[in-house]
């Protein structure tokens, strides 16, 4: 049973940064690429950032890049979201995803990934 768990959401002023965590188990984690994305009030689910299994290859929406930064670590089984400059356009709830099948390059695509953690609330405040 694969989980997901995200932290490290809350309120941030305008110009903050927040770190968001998101640990995963049930599988071997390394063999999977791993994605962020993020849900508005009144909006659609959308892509903010994915990353390869090794870390070495990354994507980016273009409304987060230069802003945010994914990475992930193996051996704890946890992938990041560093989001720095936040604005308040980047309020939303933000969920950490697991792509389905392994072996994979990382994709902005939701439909690629199988399990999804339970979001975490991120708002920032103008």
């Known amino acids: 049973q694969v989980q997901l768990v995200e932290s490290g959401g809350g309120l941030v002023q305008a110009g903050g940064s927040l770190r968001l965590s998101c640990v995963a188990s049930?599988?071997?984690?390394?063999?999977?690429?791993m994605g962020w994305f993020r849900q508005a009030p009144g909006k659609e689910r959308e892509f903010v950032a994915a990353?390869?299994?090794?870390?070495?290859?990354?994507l980016y929406a273009d409304s987060v890049k230069g802003r945010f930064t994914i990475s992930r670590d193996n051996a704890k089984n946890t992938v990041y979201l560093q989001m720095n400059s936040l604005k308040p356009e980047d309020t939303a709830v933000y969920y950490c995803?697991?792509?389905?099948?392994?072996?994979?390059?990382?994709?902005?695509?939701?439909?690629?990934?199988?399990?999804w953690g339970q979001g975490t609330q991120v708002t920032v405040s103008s």
């Open positions: 995803a697991e792509r389905a099948r392994a072996y994979l390059g990382p994709s902005f695509n939701s439909y690629d990934y199988d399990y």
């Open positions: 049930g599988r071997t984690f390394s063999n999977y690429a």
């Open positions: 990353i390869s299994r090794s870390g070495g290859s990354t």
